[in-house]
């Protein structure tokens, strides 16, 4: 039986939870459902149709189009190999269950990869999130996409906002910074991607900032499902993002600078009116000239803290040229041939686009349409500023904007989007440094003021203030002499090349619950920077306290950080189970009632008879046809007395069934189905997520439950 989430009448609907959530938001204002908001906006029509966003025989199918709900799209992450046979399940289980599905009620929908995604791991469907949720027929569609997502296998991201990551242009080794990164799509496929080699260690990471705290939870939610020592979760403003130092082998001090940025801004938000039609009844012209400030401001401490040679992507989900052309204009007018745009226009085959505006007018709020800023009346002379301006048409070629892409609705049914990459191709002077990093301009940025207002502040002032907000769990990395790694160092056999420095607790005192593993270059971030930056989060679980009496070591493995540490772990405990003995092993959900060891293959048998009890990993390796690189699998196990059985949470373990070819359909609830048979009409959720493992020792530090609250209420957001 799944948990009954807060708020959720006894006798309501489906239909009718839906309603209930969007009447009433975050905030506990009442919101109208989404079904009776009018997409209209005259405004809105006339701004776009006077800018020239699109051909003037187009504009109607991109109003048209606008207007229509967006269809759902997925993406398939994980290391290679999972990724492809991920990719089978999609083609040979996933369109045809569903397409028969819908062949007995008619209408079958279509479902393809995205043309300009690689090897075919973005899909769309003609289906939109809502018809997926509420009809029955795709009951067993949408099991998959909670479960898959849940685990970490398929990321439910937008089609457009996959693209910035794309042209990024990532390797192992780079050092990258996500700047506003919540709730953190974009960051999981950086990361993926930092990952792309399956080097269970890669040398470079992932630094994902964002300025709203609880926000940052959802970022450590995404992180831990893709089981990253690379990643780091902080919180300042980026506008003013401290600098960074890594400390060197002298024991000196330098700045880090990275290689790719990702400058992902806050905006309006009018290319995602598909997904969220609330914007029709608020969008104004001077949505985006509130925004103009601090997307420039963001966009420039990009720069600053980009090394020489590296590329930033600044992208919006805004068709405003005033928060796209206009802010990639005025930085690079004031880097002065610092920064260039790259012409990335051949990159994504099949993609459909249109080239950057290159000249553009600026409206006041009430629709007047200024040229140059010398004919802005006065009064709007406050929220109007020269920059915002196009380049004078002698200058146009200098800056190459029609090299930006902007992605309208009606080109591939998709969300709006803008997108624009920078290089750096000289460094810039510590002058401009301090003039962004201080300067404050007009525009809707509460934060950058309340953040500088506090900078001002006397320094006592300013550090109880910090901690007022401020209230994270240390991050306390192992000494060399670290009191229980040598208990574990031995029980696992872990190499002399593992360097336990890069473990670390969440507490200074008392028992070590969970213990994380960053890469080196993380460790030597959070240390060196552990006094100036806010980091929330970084690390992932490589060893739970179990405290079992039978077992020599007080920590057993954790799944999330087994294949980081695996490459370490001595073989002793290591045990390779077949196909059938791991699908026994995975259907069983009663830890209480393990399978006996005398009931699996002589092949496990043999191995575990002298291992001694406690935690140890299971291995499964696919027999590999044709030079294919095959499957493997580590899971966290633990042998009983008399029984073997695996760590799993229901995700998790839906998933390795299904990639095994195993029996899901105990887990494959129909919601549908089983709310009429519930004698009162009570439905309870038959997709709960929380991440309970089965045998109950799972222990949960202070941050745990904080991404997990924040957690729930984004999914209540997204269901
Ligand atoms: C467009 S969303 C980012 C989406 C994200 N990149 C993704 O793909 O999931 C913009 C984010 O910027 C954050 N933000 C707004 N102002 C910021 C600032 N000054 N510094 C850092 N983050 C900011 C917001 O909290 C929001 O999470």
């Not at 506090?454 to 306390?476: M, S, T």
């Not at 580590?634 to 029996?663: E, F, N, P, Q």
């Not at 439905?683 to 991440?691: F, L, R």
Request: glycine content about 6%.
């Amino acid at each position: 039986m799944g948990r009954r989430k807060p708020g959720f009448r006894k006798n309501a609907t489906f239909h009718g939870k839906a309603n209930q959530n969007q009447q009433n938001g975050q905030d506990g204002k009442e919101r109208k459902p989404y079904n009776d908001i009018i997409r209209e906006n005259e405004k809105f029509v006339s701004y776009y149709n006077k800018q020239g966003v699109c051909k003037s025989e187009e504009f109607d199918s991109f109003i048209a189009t606008h207007k229509t709900d967006l269809p759902a799209t997925f993406r398939i992450t994980g290391s290679k190999t999972v990724a492809k046979k991920m990719l089978e399940i999609v083609q040979d289980q996933l369109i045809t269950s569903c397409v028969k599905q819908m062949d007995e009620s008619g209408n079958p929908p279509n479902i393809f990869p995205l043309p300009w995604y690689p090897n075919k791991l973005a899909w769309q469907m003609e289906l939109t999130r809502k018809d997926i949720r509420r009809n029955e027929a795709y009951y067993k569609l949408h099991n998959f996409l909670i479960s898959e997502t849940e685990n970490g296998t398929i990321s439910r991201q937008e089609a457009v906002s996959m693209i910035p990551p794309l042209l990024l242009d990532v390797q192992p080794h780079h050092k990258i910074l996500d700047m506003c990164a919540a709730p953190g799509s974009k960051t999981a496929q950086l990361l993926e991607m930092l990952h792309a080699n399956d080097d269970p260690i890669p040398s470079g990471f992932v630094i994902a900032n964002d300025v709203d705290n609880k926000r940052c939870y959802m970022l450590v939610h995404q992180a831990k499902r893709l089981n990253s020592p690379c990643i780091v979760i902080i919180n300042h403003d980026s506008a003013v993002l401290p600098n960074l130092y890594s400390t060197l082998a002298d024991g000196s001090t330098e700045q880090v600078k990275f290689d790719r940025v990702l400058c992902d801004v806050p905006c309006a938000g009018d290319g995602t009116m598909r997904k969220n039609p609330d914007i029709w009844m608020k969008w104004t012209p001077a949505n985006g000239l509130n925004q103009h400030g601090i997307q420039t401001r963001i966009l420039r401490r990009g720069i600053e803290l980009l090394e020489v040679g590296g590329k930033i992507v600044y992208s919006t989900c805004s068709i405003n040229p005033i928060e796209n052309e206009a802010v990639i204009h005025r930085v690079l007018a004031e880097f002065d041939g610092a920064v260039e745009l790259v012409d990335v226009t051949h990159s994504l085959p099949g993609l459909k686009f249109s080239p950057g505006m290159e000249t553009w007018l600026v409206a006041s709020r009430n629709l007047e349409f200024y040229s140059t800023f010398e004919e802005v009346d006065e009064k709007w002379k406050t929220t109007i500023r020269p920059q915002m301006f196009p380049p004078k048409a002698e200058d146009r070629e200098k800056y190459h904007l029609n090299r930006c892409i902007r992605i309208l609705p009606h080109q591939q049914n998709s969300g709006a989007f803008f997108v624009a990459v920078l290089k750096k191709v000289k460094a810039v002077n510590a002058k401009e440094d301090s003039k962004s990093a201080t300067n404050m301009e007009c525009g809707d940025d509460t934060q950058s003021k309340k953040r500088e207002n506090e900078d001002n502040l006397p320094y006592n002032q300013r550090k109880k203030r910090r901690k007022e907000i401020y209230r994270e769990d240390p991050f306390v990395f192992f000494n060399e002499d670290e009191d229980v790694w040598n208990d574990i160092k031995s029980f696992y056999k872990v190499s002399d090349s593992f360097d336990s420095k890069c473990l670390l607790t969440r507490c200074h005192v008392g028992k070590k619950k969970n213990i994380y593993l960053t890469s080196e270059a993380v460790r030597n971030l959070v240390v060196t920077n552990q006094p100036n930056i806010k980091f929330i989060n970084t690390g992932v679980k490589a060893f739970v306290r179990c405290d079992n009496k039978h077992m020599k070591c007080a920590f057993r493995i954790a799944n999330d950080g087994l294949d980081s540490i695996f490459p370490f772990i001595g073989d002793d405990r290591k045990v390779y189970i077949p196909k059938d003995d791991l699908i026994t092993l995975l259907l069983n959900d009663n830890p209480q009632k393990s399978p006996p060891i005398v009931t699996l293959s002589e092949m496990v048998q043999k191995q575990v008879k002298d291992l001694s009890l406690g935690s140890c990993v299971l291995i499964y390796k696919e027999e590999s046809e044709n030079d294919k690189t095959p499957l493997v699998i580590h899971i966290s196990g633990w042998r009983g007395a008399t029984s073997l059985r695996c760590y799993m949470d229901k995700h998790s373990t839906v998933h390795l069934l299904r990639l095994l070819g195993g029996d899901i359909s105990k887990y494959d609830v129909n919601k549908f189905q089983k709310a009429r048979e519930d004698e009162d009409g009570q439905c309870e959720e038959a997709d709960g997520t929380e991440e309970t493992e089965r045998d109950g020792t799972e222990t949960e530090d202070v941050s745990e439950k904080k991404e997990k609250s924040c957690n729930e209420k984004l999914q209540q957001q997204s269901s």
